[in-house]
C-alpha cells in the first residue's frame, strides 16, 4: 500500500476532469481551419458550423428578439417627435436670423425681427405638422426595406474566427472558467471514491 500512484489517484483524477473539459472548451473554437489526420476532419464547433451558426442567430434575432416594426413604432411616437423639435427650432432660428442675411441680404433688409418671428411661427408650425408624415413614410419604408435576418447573418458569417472567440469568450469566459473547475472538483471526488475503494480491496 505504499505505492504513490494508488494516493494520488484523487489529483490524477482531478487533473483529468479539467483537463478534458478545458480541451472541450478550446474545440469550440479550435482548430480554425480543418485538419486531416487518417480519413478523419478535424475542426472547432463554431468555424465549421460558423454559417449555419449565423443562418439560425439571424432568424432567432429577427423572430424573436428585434422586431422592426416596434423601432418604427418608436420613431414614430409623438413624443419622440417632440423631443427634436427644440433642435429644429434652432436650426429655423439660425437660418433666419445668419443665414437669410448671408443668402439674401437684400430681401433681409426689408424684413424685420417682428416678420422674422412670424415666418419661423409659421414655419414651426408647419414642421409639426409635417414632421409625423415624412417620419412614418421613412420608417414604413426602411421596415420594408430592411431584411434583418439576413443583415444578422451576413455579419455573423463575416466574422472572423478570432472575432467571433473574442465576442463569445466576452460573454462566457468566466462560466467556461466555473465549469472547468467543478469538473476538476468532481474529478477529485470520484479519485476520493476510488482511493476508498482501492483502500477496502486490500484490506
Known amino acids: 500500500m505504499n ?3 494508488i494516493w494520488i489517484q484523487p489529483f490524477i483524477a482531478a487533473f483529468i476532469g479539467w483537463f478534458t473539459t ?3 472548451f478550446y474545440m469550440l473554437f479550435n482548430p480554425r481551419k480543418p485538419i486531416h489526420i487518417f480519413g478523419l476532419t478535424i475542426q472547432g464547433i463554431f468555424p465549421k458550423r460558423q454559417h449555419i451558426f449565423a443562418a439560425k442567430l439571424g432568424k432567432v434575432v429577427a423572430n424573436e428578439l428585434l422586431h422592426f416594426e416596434d423601432i418604427a413604432g418608436q420613431i414614430k411616437d409623438p413624443a419622440q417627435l417632440e423631443a427634436v423639435m427644440p433642435d429644429i427650432e434652432q436650426h429655423v432660428n439660425t437660418f433666419l436670423n445668419e443665414k437669410l442675411k ?3 441680404p437684400v430681401i433681409s433688409m426689408f424684413v424685420g425681427q417682428g416678420m422674422l418671428d412670424k415666418v419661423k411661427e409659421g414655419l414651426m408650425e408647419e414642421i409639426r405638422v409635417m414632421l409625423p408624415e415624412v417620419i412614418g413614410k421613412y420608417a414604413d419604408n426602411l421596415s420594408a426595406k430592411m431584411d434583418v435576418e439576413k443583415m444578422v447573418t451576413e455579419k455573423v458569417s463575416n466574422f472572423s474566427s478570432d472575432k467571433l472567440e473574442e465576442i463569445l469568450s466576452a460573454v462566457m469566459k468566466k462560466e467556461f472558467r466555473f465549469v472547468e473547475a467543478i469538473c476538476g472538483v468532481f474529478g477529485f471526488i470520484i479519485g476520493v471514491l476510488q482511493l ?8
Open 3 to 5: 505505492d504513490i500512484t
Open 22 to 24: 478545458w480541451l472541450a
Open 102 to 104: 448671408e443668402k439674401l
Open 196 to 203: 476508498a475503494l482501492t483502500l477496502l480491496h486490500f484490506r
